[in-house]
């Protein structure tokens, strides 16, 4: 009997040993968890939450936007990404990365929001491919025609409002984003924060008709900085003005913007370029050649690529500041958009509903 107490107490004491040894549950061990969040039209949108880590904590999430082509596809797992999202998360930074609608694990659809066409008259049979007579409950990039590639955007904007249902959980803190993309997800990525440019909230919950003074500032406050890797001035078959899109970030709203592009990237050289050289030389955008490369996209992310974004991104939240962390309550808000100075308000989003449309596609686009 004694023999047996002395072996359970042993057992006891190794075990409590180990536990030591073990990374704590608040400082240690960076899990991740895959998560999912719907559209404004119903797809839902699969990608990985990378939490900030203990001390290192630094109370900003980075929104990741991966590339992608018609024909060779695109995810959020692809390239060098996850080995940047890791470096992010050891650096004390949350990320959330997710693949767009039609990719990866992003491809179910509620069917009868998502064909809706008197609502989203951009989901129809004309720009998405359908097979046979039932109305498909998935959908997959495949089947897009290349002008439909431009309301990926609504995906970014639900990748937001995700970050701010887990802002009011204090799970981060959404009024410190770094917005960082790769390829045409960058190009995705700058027509949303044009459009975040626009877009304010209406502090008057019982104005019936909006007043330009009841609104707040523009939603893209809470945007600390991008980071376009390989950005094109083109989504598919569509030519777009990336510098217009660029312009109320930087040039108005003073968002820091750094365009990462391989040495030997033409195509990324000069759409870089043409930005820098449309601002005005205070605007704060600037571009950053990795020197022999002729990589593109999350191709270009690897180990020293990495590093200097992550000192890119520490640089741009040390000027920027602490931001306080404040309750969104985006369900229960209404949005406008304010597309002309002194103009009339457009309504974008009422109260009692989750998630935010871009529903001004066709203005940004112009």
């Known amino acids: 009997m004694q023999s047996l107490w002395r072996s359970s107490l042993m057992a006891g004491l190794a075990a409590a040993f180990l536990a030591l040894l073990a990374p704590s ?7 991740n968890e895959t998560v999912t969040f719907k559209s404004a039209d119903g797809v839902t949108l699969s990608g990985t939450f990378y939490p900030s880590g203990g001390k290192k904590d630094k109370k900003t999430v980075v929104l990741y936007l991966h590339d992608f082509d018609h024909k060779n596809g695109g995810g959020a797992a692809k ?44 989901n129809t049979p004309l720009n998405i491919r359908r097979k046979g007579t039932k109305v498909p409950e998935t959908i997959d990039h495949k089947d897009f025609v290349p002008g439909y590639y431009v309301y990926l955007v609504n995906d970014v904007a639900a990748a937001k409002a995700y970050l701010d249902r887990a802002n009011d959980r204090k799970e981060v803190n959404s009024s410190s984003v770094i917005v960082m993309g790769a390829g045409q997800g960058a190009t995705i990525g700058a027509m949303w924060v044009a459009n975040e440019c626009y877009r304010r909230k209406d502090k008057n919950k019982d104005n019936v008709f909006p007043n330009l003074a009841n609104l707040g500032d523009p939603e893209c406050k809470d945007i600390a900085g991008c980071i376009w890797i390989s950005a094109i001035s083109r989504i598919e078959n569509r030519n777009v003005s990336l510098s217009k899109w660029v312009s109320p970030a930087a040039k108005t709203n003073k968002i820091p913007v750094a365009f990462y592009y391989g040495a030997r990237d033409t195509n990324g050289d000069k759409a870089a370029d043409y930005v820098v050289k449309a601002l005005p030389k205070d605007a704060p955008v600037k571009k950053r050649a990795i020197e022999g490369s002729s990589l593109v996209g999350s191709k270009l992310l690897d180990g020293p690529t990495n590093k200097l974004i992550i000192k890119d991104v520490e640089n741009i939240i040390e000027g920027r500041g602490p931001r306080e962390l404040i309750e969104k309550k985006i369900e229960g808000n209404t949005y406008y958009y304010v597309l002309v100075k002194g103009g009339r308000p457009i309504l974008n989003k009422k109260a009692g509903e989750d998630v935010p449309p871009v529903n001004v596609v066709q203005q940004l686009l112009q």
């Open 25 to 31: 549950a608040a400082f240690g061990q960076n899990k």
């Open 79 to 122: 390239g060098g990404a996850p080995g940047l999202f890791k470096a992010l998360q050891d650096a004390g930074y949350a990320v959330l990365a997710f693949d767009f609608r039609g990719f990866g694990d992003s491809k179910d659809v509620n069917k009868e929001v998502f064909w809706d066409t008197r609502k989203f008259g951009y």
